[in-house]
């Protein structure tokens, strides 16, 4: 194959055959960054024509047809080239297939590994509020829903086993909370992305051309120019971070979705999920299937190994580009892509559950739920929390032996028998709402500590 069309070709005499050219391509992987390369390629032309390092009329004419190109693409007029190289040498040659010379002079001081530093860069400050908008949609999701279960008791669980009462508005909180950090986490990250524009960083040692870098950093949303060149064509921790993000987002939902599909079995039958949420069996007629949430539980596996594969591809890498770093999409895309499809149905799945408010208040008693409530009865009252730990455990035991469901059934003498400091007073705090009305500090489930805890959720993601 003669080498000729490719932003290279001069050294080279040949051109690789072609399923090696198509190995080494990446056009099917980078074409999601048409625009922001050709956002990136107008301000570098708009300088470079500023700087007088290409005559003023042409960076205009360059400046024009990149619009036209942007916009042809968006309209569906022009299709990216799927035999192109990258999205790079794709839009390049558009341009210069249509400005001849002047498309020739575009790349000026510039190379595609800070190109693509840049690329990668501006499509993350893109697409990244977009998917943080499907968080907080999410989030609503369920603080509305928290909302209307603010006194829907329900056993709160530790190793799985019944521990103390809570309500679904406070377990709902729980889930939004770890959602609002994912929120932020992203938040930082793109913070941390746009101190620095890697563009004027050429391959890696800069050009001797005279870029205005304030300028292009300035008109491309940047803080300020990147501080080294190779530093900004070699490293990718700021797609580190985002990839972790978006890791971390999908653990939180796999523990979400697996309390689903407890919720939903019909041993817990604490959850109705929707029947636009679930699915039947091809061979047992009365199923319904969570499958969604199992899907989403099981999602977190790839983003979980999509941070891995960048972690292990950037590893031991030489200082500065090297061609491995084209691998640094593919993973982080995918993730981006699986945490927004996921959020989206979980949002979607929260929306319109229903919730057995009745199973789960039933769940709540014949479990001794209200076992520490006794115990605290008696701190409130003097005894050393050690010694009145051991006399509710003995009244547990008590009811146990004696077939009694709940500490309420047990009556005064036999309590007191336990401890002396029992009154009648406490059989008002044992139901599952009096212990959930009793927990109001900070962070407690109590309706009006919940309440708040909604109200500071909500707080948070308008200020996001
Ligand atoms: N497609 C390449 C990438 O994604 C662009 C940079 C190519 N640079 C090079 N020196 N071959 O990394």
Same mark, same amino acid.
């Given at each position: ?41 107008? #301000?570098? $032309? *708009?300088? =470079? ?10 960076? +205009?004419? @360059?400046?024009? %047809? ?107 909180? #729980?889930? $939004? *909370?770890? =959602? ?10 793109? +913070?941390? @992305?746009?101190? %620095? ?112 594969? =960048? ?15 084209? %691998? ?109 009305k009793a927990r109001n500090l900070p962070g407690g489930p109590a309706p009006e500590e919940v309440r708040r805890q909604i109200k500071v959720l909500r707080e948070k993601i308008a200020g996001n």
């Open positions: 194959m003669k080498n000729s069309g490719v932003l290279w070709a001069g050294r080279l005499e040949e051109k690789p055959e072609a399923e090696a050219f198509a190995f080494q391509a990446s056009i099917n992987v980078d074409r999601r960054m048409a625009e922001d390369d050709i956002r990136g390629s107008r #301000a570098h $032309a *708009a300088m =470079l024509g500023k700087q007088g390092i290409i005559p003023a009329e042409i960076a +205009a004419a @360059l400046d024009n %047809e990149l619009g036209r190109i942007a916009e042809e693409l968006k309209a569906g007029k022009i299709f990216i080239d799927d035999n192109a190289e990258d999205i790079h040498s794709f839009i390049e040659g558009v341009l210069t297939e249509r400005l001849g010379d002047a498309g020739r002079m575009v790349h000026a001081g510039r190379s595609r590994n800070d190109q693509v530093a840049l690329d990668l860069r501006l499509y993350l400050k893109r697409v990244v509020p977009e998917l943080q908008g499907e968080i907080a949609a999410a989030i609503s999701a369920l603080l509305d829903k928290a909302e209307k279960h603010i006194d829907s008791v329900m056993p709160g669980y530790t190793h799985l086993q019944r521990a103390q009462p809570v309500t679904l508005a406070h377990h709902l909180c #729980a889930w $939004a *909370a770890g =959602l609002q950090r994912d929120h932020r986490r992203f938040t930082d990250a793109l +913070a941390r @992305l746009s101190e %620095e524009c890697p563009l004027g960083s050429g391959a890696l040692a800069g050009t001797g051309l005279p870029l205005d870098r304030e300028e292009t950093a300035r008109a491309l949303g940047f803080a300020k120019p990147s501080l080294n060149s190779m530093d900004s064509v070699a490293d990718r921790d700021f797609a580190l971070e985002i990839s972790s993000a978006c890791a971390i987002t999908q653990t939180h939902l796999s523990r979400f979705c697996e309390d689903m599909v407890i919720w939903a079995s019909e041993e817990f039958k604490f959850i109705d999920l929707a029947e636009s949420y679930s699915t039947g069996s091809s061979i047992m007629p009365q199923k319904k299937n969570p499958d969604f949430a199992e899907l989403i539980r099981g999602k977190a596996g790839r983003t979980t190994g999509n941070l891995v594969t =960048l972690l292990t591809l950037l590893k031991g890498l030489p200082y500065a580009y090297d061609k491995d770093l084209q %691998e640094d999409k593919e993973s982080l895309f995918d993730s981006l892509d699986t945490v927004r499809a996921s959020m989206r149905i979980f949002g979607g799945m929260i929306g319109s559950a229903v919730f057995n408010t009745e199973r789960m208040e039933a769940a709540c008693i014949g479990g001794f739920l209200e076992a520490t409530d006794a115990a605290e009865y008696l701190v409130r009252r003097g005894l050393p929390f050690r010694k009145a730990h051991e006399a509710a455990a003995l009244i547990v035991r008590d009811c146990i032996n004696a077939g009694q469901k709940t500490i309420a059934e047990r009556p005064l003498p036999e309590l007191k028998k336990r401890s002396e400091l029992f009154e009648n007073d406490l059989y008002e705090m044992l139901s599952p709402a009096a212990c959930v």
